[in-house]
């Protein structure tokens, strides 16, 4: 069955340092891969997704994600984190039966 | 509205009660879906709508859980007998196409429920 594992409940970074968010997925094919944000009171919001082609994709709020079919990550990265992207973070794939599946989600707080 | 309309946004039901939760979509988006959102955990999948058919229910926990779209917009997702273990967020979604793989999911800001 597919799946999707965030290894990481919760991370802290700095505001203004990099930032990686882990995801790796387990799928028999070219997956479908989503990461999604959750703001404290507000619905999910799409960031960035990856169906084919090239493997770095760009998302918004800068934001991006690399595939990486070897590894079967899909691992979303910022290069410079700011206070208003503390946030829950979800990475989550479409199943052979054309659902999206949720990861258990990564909490991120940012430190000033 | 612009976006995914849920209510009530918060409800507090007594254990046996029966309870109706209603997601108002994207006006003309095809396809519907219902999430539980356990506190701390991802959203899990309850059930599909393309249209008003429902295609996969298959997350649906119990026979207590019924959801219907009737005229291929509203949707409700009743509870019926509510338990404990059913207070969660319950997320609605809806998406322009009538493929969950090819389509952004536009979310509502979910419904609370509160099993005491």
């Known amino acids: 069955a597919q799946s999707v594992t965030q290894p990481d409940i919760h991370i802290t970074v700095s505001e203004g340092a990099s930032l990686e968010l882990r995801c790796n997925y387990s799928?028999?094919?070219?997956?479908?891969l989503f990461w999604y944000v959750q703001s404290p009171g507000q619905g999910l919001q799409l960031l960035l997704k990856?169906?084919?082609?090239?493997?770095l994709v760009q998302g918004i709020k800068g934001f991006e994600a690399e595939f990486k079919r070897s590894q079967s990550s899909f691992n979303l990265r910022k290069p410079s984190v700011h206070w208003s992207d503390a946030a829950e973070y979800f990475c989550a794939v479409v199943t052979m039966d054309d659902k999206i599946i949720f990861g258990k989600g990564t909490r991120l707080h940012i430190l000033p | 509205g612009a976006g995914v309309s849920q209510s009530p946004r918060y409800k507090v039901a007594k254990r046996g009660q029966d309870v109706a939760l209603r997601c108002d979509p994207i006006s003309g988006h095809v396809s519907l879906f219902w999430y539980q959102q356990a506190l701390g955990q991802g959203p899990e999948f309850l059930t599909y709508f393309q249209n008003e058919a429902q295609l996969d229910k298959s997350g649906l926990p119990s026979d207590r859980f019924f959801a219907e779209r009737p005229e291929g917009s509203v949707s409700t997702l009743k509870i019926q007998r509510t338990q404990q273990e059913d207070s969660a967020v319950y997320l609605c979604?809806?998406?322009?196409?009538?493929?969950?793989?090819?389509?952004?999911?536009?979310f509502g800001e979910g419904s609370r429920l509160t099993v005491l």
């Open positions: 979604a809806s998406s322009w196409t009538g493929q969950a793989n090819t389509g952004e999911l536009f």
């Open positions: 799928y028999g094919a070219t997956p479908y």
């Open positions: 990856y169906f084919s082609g090239d493997t």
